[in-house]
């Protein structure tokens, strides 16, 4: 990317937070939608006895898998091909994108169904085998929200987050001709009826998946709607494309894990529909696909493993609670990162997994560093240091421009003696903030202004 690009990203994310920030029906709708989460979770937490507990073997869990993940992946693949299911490994985005699109090649398929999944949205999977001549239908019920008003998910659980009621009812009024007024329950009913004859008539399906259990070659997916059950069980050919990091040792592990990504995720005790799948469908099975495909996609997940600091970034369930949690992301948006990722751990991994750390640094820096990500993890990620880890490695790398650094300097060289910081008069003092912090202190709020220093400020109160 060349420096303009990343330019752009960055004052772009500044000029849109600045909108999104102020946009004060964003903030109510957010606003709403938030407090009912955070009731939800409060309660489904009561289910841990000890839930400090469970989220600390959840994280030693994962880090034995990652520090093992070659054996792992092994394991999941001699399993689940034993079966007849086949495994795509995949470095990045266009060797899979590629070996999808020979398999629907290969066997004809031109309308496919998809169930929600971050990792096809990284891979930029629906756009791509749309202009490929490939009809592909989200069919979760958010995800077909945000397809059919050409939008993009805006959070890795609740992809339609950002939408009252009111504004779902005119997308449907103006796409389909729904009443105006129709209520979430009629919504419903029209997309169940719309979805069941895509699933029937659909020659292959898409999905995720939240776990790869090695020990027994199973895909687990836990889902709500039961679209994903359907996707993977009516069409002929279902792939499943998910990240290398989703593994996990053994089915014991899912007694932990399916609960914390529930509760974590929405404040359920359990996801409605928690599904294992073992390949294609056996000669004696009625139900099932024929062929089954895992792509393992990589697309910087290796480079992120060898970072020894960042490499626990790659337990993370997905479940959003750091973006739930996050008052960056709350107040602008997950729109505004301009990432698959959004929140604090979006604004980790995308720098190392996109391999354009200059261009997504900028992420790092929108935190209050609070913690409040960390204290929500489930699976004991540091969010907060993550983000500093970043930080110091865009020095260490020396992305700072020219101004950044002259500005630190002379920070520093003013921080290091109380004199520096007295000598000069409020009115100079004024006069530089308004120069350089203007810009960052944004138009919607008043500069404060230096009327004395804080040494004679000191002094007066001693009196
Ligand atoms: S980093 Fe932790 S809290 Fe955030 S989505 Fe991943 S698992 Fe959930």
Known sequence: MTTRAMQTAHSKFLEESRVKAFDLRHRATIQFNMTRYDDAVATGKQQFRNLDMARKRAALRKHYVLENLEDHLKTFEYHFTSRGGKIIWAQNVAEARKAILEIFEENHVKQVVKSKSMVTE?????TFLEKNGVECLETDLGE???????DKP?????????????????????RFDLPANST?????AFVRQTLREKFASAQASITGANFLVSEIGAVALTENEG?????????????????????????????????LLATHGTGQQMTSYNTLVFGPKKPEEHDGPEKMYVVLL???????????PQRRNLACIRCGACLNACPVYRNVGGHTYGTVYSGPIGAVITPHLSGEFETYKHLSF???LCGKCTEVCPVGIDLHHQLLYNRKLSNKMGLFSRSEKMSIR?????????KRLDLPSPWIKNFFAAQFLKKGWGHNRTMPKVVKSFSSQWKEKQH
Not at 122 to 126: K, Q, W
Not at 154 to 174: C, G, Q, W
Request: glycine letters at 6%.
């Open 184 to 188: 979430p329950g009629e919504i419903t």
């Open 144 to 150: 077909y929200i945000v397809q059919i008003s050409g």
């Open 227 to 259: 679209n994903g059950l359907l996707s993977m069980s009516v069409p002929r050919i279902h792939i499943v494309i998910t990240g290398i990091e989703k593994v996990i040792p053994n089915l014991r592990d899912l007694d932990l894990f399916w609960p």
């Open 298 to 308: 990589d697309n910087g997940r290796s480079r992120l493993l060898k970072a020894i």
């Open 122 to 126: 990284e891979a930029g999977i629906t």
């Open 410 to 418: 002379a920070y520093k060289w003013a921080m290091k003696k109380r």
């Open 366 to 368: 929108a935190s209050s």
């Open 154 to 174: 805006y959070h890795i659980v609740t992809p339609a987050m950002h939408l009252s009621a009111e504004d779902v009812a005119k997308i449907f009024h103006d």
